[in-house]
């Protein structure tokens, strides 16, 4: 059996470096490219280009109305050099552009397609833009230099300049749709998207995590007086926790109503930061000693408990007070849980 396995191990290993190699063949490099080829690759871009403008717009539409015409702008000026390449290719080469694509050769950064996501993020979809605008700007120059034509090597070259100060045009096009007042009102929702998304799911979870472990673990801890029984129950606790909060997250909401973002996502920070809020003042019970195990258990809770506060303070607006009573309260109720019923 050891014998098969390792003979199917090696099958698939193989089959996969050959896959790899394919893909590697099958990709040109950028310097075996003829003028043609690289005026049918330019057009290719600013289609792909054109068309992630226009998804950012749509995406950004309902939240950020005003960022969405900055991406229409951007997108109409990506739709002009598309029309003059093609103009120029069909001057040069006639009607027929070849299909020409960024995976068909080496060189270019691999982009993941975050745009097809809703809601898209303002900062990630601006961070995305001036990485694009750079890539293509890089690229124009290079094709550029490689050009033989004297009008095919202008228009690459003008492409690049205008490439490069497509930044300043979008700072433009900021300043034009997006007032001080508009751009606040934006930042804004922006945040409160961020406090919808990831901030809520994450507190309830460090509050669920960081509360309700609190009684079993200080409860087989005051049981036992054993460190090491303790964190087993801590640990299958909170990893339990975690994995139920995620589900019941993921599965509450899909956010198409709600805005609340993508059910996993939310899933996934819900759960992963209860068990996290379970798992910190489980650790301290690896310390063989029991009572400065005990000891530091303690002071993890009250850190955990003064970082809720703070969050909900922070982002909920939650006076820091009524936050700290409010937590505290409720994490001196389940610890007096796991206390009374550890030492019956």
Same mark, same amino acid.
């Given at each position: 059996?050891?014998?098969?396995?390792?003979?199917?191990?090696?099958?698939?290993?193989?089959?996969?470096?050959?896959?790899?190699?394919?893909?590697?063949?099958?990709?040109?490099?950028?310097?075996?490219?003829?003028?043609?080829?690289?005026?049918?690759?330019?057009?290719?871009?600013?289609?792909?280009?054109?068309?992630?403008? *226009?998804?950012?717009?749509?995406?950004? +539409?309902?939240?950020?109305?005003?960022? %969405?015409?900055?991406?229409?702008?951007? $997108? *109409?000026?990506?739709?002009?050099?598309? +029309?003059?390449?093609?103009?120029?290719? $069909?001057?040069?080469?006639? =009607?027929?552009?070849?299909?020409?694509?960024?995976?068909?050769?080496? /060189?270019?950064? !691999?982009?993941?397609?975050?745009?097809?996501?809703?809601?898209?993020?303002?900062?990630?979809?601006?961070?995305?833009?001036?990485?694009?605008?750079?890539?293509?700007?890089?690229?124009?120059?290079?094709? %550029?230099?490689?050009?033989?034509?004297?009008?095919?090597?202008?228009?690459?070259?003008?492409?690049?300049?205008?490439?490069?100060?497509?930044?300043?045009?979008?700072?433009?096009?900021?300043?034009?749709?997006?007032?001080? =007042?508009?751009?606040?009102?934006? =930042?804004?929702?922006?945040? +409160?998207?961020?406090?919808?998304?990831?901030?809520? &799911?994450?507190?309830?979870? #460090?509050?669920?995590?960081?509360?309700?472990?609190? %009684?079993?673990?200080?409860?087989?801890?005051?049981?036992? !007086?054993?460190?090491?029984?303790?964190?087993?129950?801590?640990?299958? %606790?909170?990893?339990?926790? /975690?994995?139920?909060?995620?589900? *019941?997250? *993921?599965?509450?909401?899909?956010?198409?109503?709600?805005?609340? /973002?993508?059910?996993?996502?939310?899933?996934?920070?819900?759960?992963?930061?209860?068990?996290?809020?379970?798992?910190?003042?489980?650790? &301290?019970?690896?310390?063989?000693?029991?009572?400065?195990?005990?000891?530091?258990?303690?002071?993890?809770?009250?850190?955990?408990?003064?970082?809720?506060?703070?969050?909900?303070?922070?982002?909920?607006?939650?006076?820091?007070?009524?936050?700290? #009573?409010?937590?505290?309260?409720?994490?001196?109720?389940?610890?007096?849980?796991?206390?009374?019923?550890?030492?019956?």
């Amino acid at each position: 059996m050891p014998t098969r396995f390792a003979k199917d191990l090696r099958q698939l290993i193989s089959r996969f470096l050959w896959t790899v190699s394919c893909i590697k063949l099958a990709m040109r490099n950028f310097d075996s490219l003829s003028e043609r080829e690289i005026l049918a690759l330019a057009i290719s871009l600013e289609e792909e280009d054109e068309r992630i403008y *226009a998804d950012f717009a749509e995406g950004l +539409r309902q939240d950020f109305p005003a960022s %969405a015409e900055v991406f229409d702008g951007m $997108r *109409a000026e990506e739709s002009s050099h598309r +029309r003059r390449l093609i103009q120029l290719f $069909r001057e040069k080469f006639g =009607d027929h552009i070849p299909l020409f694509r960024r995976h068909d050769v080496r /060189g270019f950064v !691999h982009r993941r397609p975050f745009w097809l996501v809703r809601p898209l993020g303002l900062e990630t979809v601006r961070n995305q833009a001036s990485a694009m605008e750079v890539e293509a700007r890089r690229f124009y120059e290079k094709a %550029a230099a490689r050009a033989q034509d004297a009008t095919l090597r202008q228009l690459l070259d003008n492409l690049a300049q205008e490439e490069r100060s497509h930044q300043n045009r979008a700072e433009e096009l900021e300043k034009d749709k997006l007032g001080p =007042d508009v751009k606040h009102k934006e =930042d804004e929702a922006n945040r +409160r998207l961020f406090v919808l998304q990831i901030v809520q &799911p994450g507190l309830a979870g #460090l509050m669920d995590g960081s509360v309700s472990t609190l %009684a079993p673990v200080f409860a087989a801890a005051l049981a036992t !007086h054993n460190s090491w029984d303790a964190f087993v129950v801590g640990l299958a %606790a909170s990893i339990g926790a /975690g994995i139920s909060m995620g589900f *019941a997250e *993921a599965l509450s909401d899909d956010g198409s109503l709600t805005g609340r /973002g993508h059910p996993w996502v939310r899933g996934f920070v819900c759960g992963l930061m209860t068990a996290l809020g379970g798992i910190g003042h489980t650790l &301290p019970f690896l310390i063989p000693d029991f009572r400065a195990a005990m000891t530091a258990a303690g002071l993890v809770v009250v850190i955990e408990l003064g970082i809720i506060s703070w969050v909900r303070h922070r982002y909920m607006e939650t006076p820091a007070l009524s936050a700290a #009573l409010q937590v505290g309260l409720g994490g001196i109720l389940v610890f007096l849980t796991g206390v009374l019923i550890g030492s019956a």
